[in-house]
């Protein structure tokens, strides 16, 4: 039986047709009656979990263990979830889908602006979080199997973006994005002049099967203004195209 504040692996026996590599759930939540059918469940569908029963000790597993994905309550003793996801969020990019409250929005946002792909309300479904959790988890496979090759650097107006460094600049200064905000820019620029439907930025960030909240993507680009634009309530670098999507220009072109 596992006690709060302590930890538990639980190794899956793959079975005949499996392949060998098993893929690693984080589960930070100090609620036993949650984590324990959660587990199991979890356990049946194939899942190595390892859970923590408190902030600090998820945040030291996250990064010994290395999980492929980590599943984040809010509330929790020595350390709350936004503190653990700011943390995590600071040096590795691996998927964090929070749990919050039913109904309490405020939860939600500060989880996305900290660096969570995904939430979910509790309660919820066994077949809603193992949906949410096989979304994130084939986003990132997309994305380790290499998209078509992207050109290293792009430069409109006085933004400029570094793909493999990761690095994005306004002129001399640095901008520090998360990793939303970064693979949104990323998408927007290297189509500068084009027109992005949401839908398209839905499957290419978030994945093909992304089921939160469609307002998420306005309250990205509403953080990627406030850090490019001069002028965030009249933005000229990203351009809304109603009912469509966004346009990447630069300033001088959308005058």
Known sequence: MITPGECATIFVNEGEGQTNTVTTILLIDDEKMITAPLVQQLRQSGYRVIVAHDGRTGLEMSQSENPDLVILDVLMPKMDGWEVCKAIRQDNPVPILMLTALGDEIDRILGLELGADDYITKPFSTRELKARIRALLRRVELDRAGQPQKTAEFRVGQIRLNVDTRQAHKGSEPLTLRYKEFELLSLLISRAGDVVSRADLFDKVWGTDWLGDTRTLDV???????????????????????????RFTAPEEAA
Do not use: A, C, F, N
Request: hydrophobic share 25%.
């Open 220 to 246: 990205h680009i509403r953080w990627l203004r406030e850090k490019i634009e001069d002028d965030p309530g009249r933005p000229r670098y990203i351009q809304t195209v109603r009912g469509i999507g966004y």
